[in-house]
């Protein structure tokens, strides 16, 4: 069962604590945060469970099909909450949903601005199977 763990910059249900954007950060704590992606995406290849898992920058454009002949219509805003821009993802390939929640967790854990776990929400989303059909348990 593969699932994608996406991150995002701040968004989630709730947040623990305020937590600044890494720019704003001390660089030797976005080293430790980075650091602590890295030790994550070593321990799940070591497991076999790592499909793939990818930081994104910041900078984003929207792109949407301008019609038949016509050039992609792009825009650089307005854009939503920045509770929906993505910041990176693991994809995992996994024996079941509970093992997906738990590396997710692991993956909320990573140190903060303070150096303390972020208690970041890590959204998880079961990816289709090669059918096309809704994933399901096996």
Do not use: C
């Not at 920058?57 to 099909?65: D, G, K």
């Not at 909450?81 to 693991?90: F, I, P, R, V």
């Not at 024996?95 to 959204?123: K, Y």
């Amino acid at each position: 069962m593969r699932f994608l763990l996406l991150k995002h910059y701040r968004g989630g249900p709730d947040n623990h604590h305020d937590v600044p954007p890494m720019d704003q950060w001390e660089p030797e704590r976005v080293d430790d945060h980075m650091q602590s992606l890295r030790d994550i995406s070593r321990m799940l290849e070591e497991s076999g469970e790592l499909v793939d898992a990818q930081a994104l920058h910041e900078e984003r454009v929207f792109v949407q099909y301008g019609g038949e002949g016509a050039s992609p219509v792009t825009t650089d805003g307005p854009y939503p909450e920045t509770s929906d821009l993505a910041a990176g993802w693991y994809m995992v390939d996994v024996e079941s949903r509970e093992r997906a929640l738990e590396i997710a967790a692991i993956v909320s854990a990573g140190p903060d601005q303070h150096g303390e776990p972020m208690h970041e929400w890590i959204e998880v989303r079961q990816v289709y199977t090669d059918d096309g059909g809704v994933p399901t348990e096996d």
